[in-house]
C-alpha cells in the first residue's frame, strides 16, 4: 500500500500544468444529414450539448493526456453555467473566473455537422459581448505553469498573460484559428503560432507570406495547418512539413482544438516536428467519431 501511494504521489509530480486562456462556450450540436434549407425542418440523427470555444478543448484534451489544466474565461453564474463547470469538473479542469459576478448566459453555439463529410457549420457570437479588461486577472501565480495557450477570444487579458510569461520562459501558445485586431501586439511574445490556412494577418495572401510575417515578429517556431494535408512549419529557420493521419472524417467540429490541446502536451517532452505529428494523430482520431470527446474512448 505504502509503494503504491509512493507512486501514486510521483505520478503527481510528474503532472505539468497548462494555462488555457480564452472561450468558453456552451456548444449544442446536431449531426444531420446536411445542412437544412430555407423554411425547411430536419431531424438529427444525434445530438449532444457540451462546453466548447478553443481554450476550453484544448483544456480537456491537455488534462486527459495526463496534466493538469487551468481555463481562464469568462463565466459567471448563469444557470446554463452548471452544465460548463460540471463537465469541466469532470475532465479535471480547473476555471479561473474572469467575470465570477456575471448573469448573462455563456456564449451560445449552434452547430450541424454534416454525417457523410464530417464538415461542420457554426453560428455563434464567441466572446464579443464578454470581453474583460487585462487587469483583471484571478490568479495570484503564475510561475507553476509548464505552458500557456492562447485562443485570442479574451484579447486584452491575453496580451497582459502573454507579457507576464515571457520574462518567465513560460512557452507561450497561440492558436490562431483566424486574425483578430490586437495579435500585433501579443504576437512578439509567442513561442509557438499554430495557425491555421484561414490565418491571415495584414497584408498576407498566402503561407509564404505568414511565415515571413510571423518570422519577422520573432517567433522561433510556426506552423499552418490545412485540414488533411500536412502541416506546413518553420522552426527556427528550417522549413519542414509533417504528414496528416489519413481517416474518414465523421465529425471535424473542435479537431484544431483537440490538436492543440495534444500539442501543448507533447511539445513538453519532443521536438516541435515530433509535436505536430504526435498532435495530429490524436485530432485525425478526434474527426473519426462524432462530438468534441468521444475521441477519448478510442485513445
Not at 59 to 87: C, K, M, R, W
Not at 225 to 234: A, C, D, R, S, W
Request: proline share 6%; hydrophobic share 40%.
Amino acid at each position: 500500500m505504502e509503494e503504491s501511494a509512493d507512486l501514486k504521489r510521483e505520478d503527481e509530480t510528474l503532472k505539468k500544468q497548462g494555462l488555457f486562456v480564452g472561450l468558453v462556450t456552451l456548444d449544442v450540436i446536431y449531426l444531420t444529414a446536411g445542412v437544412p434549407q430555407n423554411n425547411q425542418k430536419m431531424v438529427a440523427t444525434d445530438s449532444m450539448i457540451n462546453a466548447g470555444g478553443p481554450a476550453t478543448n484544448a483544456a480537456i484534451a491537455f488534462s486527459y493526456l495526463g496534466n493538469d489544466s487551468t481555463l481562464l474565461a469568462a463565466v459567471g453564474q448563469h444557470p446554463l453555467t452548471a452544465i460548463v463547470y460540471g463537465e469541466l469538473e469532470q475532465y479535471g479542469v480547473a476555471i479561473a473566473d474572469l467575470d465570477p459576478h456575471r448573469t448573462e448566459p455563456p456564449p451560445l453555439s449552434s452547430i450541424i455537422v454534416t454525417e457523410a463529410t464530417g464538415d461542420r457549420a457554426v453560428i455563434s457570437i464567441n466572446a464579443t459581448k464578454s470581453q474583460i479588461l487585462g487587469d483583471r486577472l484571478p490568479l495570484d501565480s503564475w510561475s507553476k505553469f509548464n505552458i500557456v495557450l492562447i485562443d485570442g477570444h479574451q484579447m486584452s487579458i491575453s496580451q497582459r498573460i502573454a507579457q507576464l510569461m515571457h520574462p518567465q520562459t513560460i512557452p507561450v501558445v497561440l492558436d490562431g484559428g483566424s486574425w483578430k485586431p490586437g495579435f500585433e501586439t501579443l504576437l512578439p511574445f509567442v513561442d509557438y503560432a499554430l495557425c491555421s490556412s484561414n490565418f491571415y494577418p495584414p497584408n498576407c495572401h498566402n503561407a509564404s507570406e505568414v511565415f515571413t510575417y510571423l518570422a519577422n515578429l520573432g517567433i522561433p517556431h510556426i506552423a499552418i495547418t490545412n485540414g488533411e494535408f500536412p502541416i506546413q512549419y518553420l522552426s527556427q529557420g528550417i522549413p519542414g512539413w509533417v504528414e496528416v493521419p489519413q481517416v474518414k472524417s465523421v465529425d471535424t467540429l473542435g479537431a484544431g482544438d483537440i490538436f492543440h490541446g495534444a500539442f501543448c502536451h507533447y511539445i513538453l517532452q519532443e521536438t516541435f516536428p515530433r509535436a505536430l505529428a504526435s498532435a495530429a494523430k490524436i485530432a485525425s482520431g478526434a474527426c473519426e467519431v462524432f462530438g468534441t470527446r468521444n475521441w477519448m474512448n478510442f485513445t
